[in-house]
């Protein structure tokens, strides 16, 4: 795993350490010490620590103006053990939210398991993007099911047209566009 890099094709257009409003401003992490893992794997550097012992992020991309955020995980997310969708609402969503994001694009190729628990935080989450969304792409199919099995998936977009192969190629604006208009489809 200390290979997994998170994407770094949009660094020309944002950066979470050089933006004042991320909750990831001014963090260096140290591309030759590797210190975060998940069990007793280590990853690579670069992937940020919410306090969470499983689950690593990036933020890709925030648009103010556009008010959207596109996220990148790694790792395990464990709600029944390590409560990761607190950490993940504490100390990333909420300070996005107050930011005035509302558009949540998260990326989920790397997670290779999920343990749900309850769906509070997820359902505050929702409530707090009143007239947004949170779409989930490229999880796995089991991950789905677990969601399902939950029912975070009333608070989440996942599946079918949201499996997007290609997003690396797009821009930022050009992934939020699409997935905006897939949901504006599904909801009217």
Known sequence: ???IEPFY???GY???ENDPKSPFYKTYNNPHVYTHHVYDHYIHPDWCFIESETLYIKIL???YKKKYAILEFIGEWNDALHNDIMFLKRKVIDILVSNGIKHFVLIGEQVFNFHGSDDSYYEEWFED???GWIAAVNFREFIYKEWHKFM???YINCEGALEIESWRTS????LF??????ITRRLN
């Open 9 to 11: 094709g949009w660094e």
């Open 177 to 182: 566009t699409y997935i905006n208009s897939l």
């Open 129 to 131: 993007i009143e007239n």
């Open 152 to 154: 975070i998936d009333a």
């Open 61 to 63: 991309s925030v648009d």
């Open 1 to 3: 795993m200390h290979d």
């Open 171 to 174: 821009t930022p604006d050009q």
């Open 14 to 16: 944002y950066k979470s």
